[in-house]
């Protein structure tokens, strides 16, 4: 990968942290991830009451858990993503200089 192709994946990277820190800041951000970790606690308790023996139900319910929580790691992902890429670029720019 040439250089200028990398510089540009580190400023992509830096911007979509940023969305993804403004979305997580915004009244429909803090909305998701609230209704996410409710729809958590409310599968969890379901999973509690299911039967063992009930694989279907079991694995649905798991699935819908998980879902939930990828949700919520993508944006702490992109996050820091962007943090690291952000970092990477003033280090970058401090050493250039």
Same mark, same amino acid.
């Given at each position: 990968?040439?250089?200028? &192709? ?10 979509l ?6 979305? +997580?800041a ?5 909305? +998701? ?8 606690e409310? *599968?969890?308790?379901? +999973? ?5 023996? &009930?694989?279907?139900?079991?694995? &649905? ?13 993508? *944006? ?19 050493? &250039?200089?």
């Amino acid at each position: 990968m040439s250089e200028p &192709d990398y510089e540009m994946m580190q400023l992509d990277a830096a911007k979509l942290g940023i969305e993804a820190e403004g979305f +997580l800041a915004s009244s429909l951000g803090r909305y +998701l991830v609230e209704r996410a970790d409710l729809e958590i606690e409310k *599968l969890t308790e379901k +999973l509690i009451w299911l039967s063992p023996s &009930d694989i279907t139900a079991n694995t &649905d319910v798991r699935t819908e858990i998980q879902v939930c929580i990828k949700f919520k790691q993508w *944006l702490i992902e992109a996050i820091n993503s962007g943090r690291v890429a952000a970092r990477n670029i003033q280090e970058s720019e401090a050493v &250039d200089r």
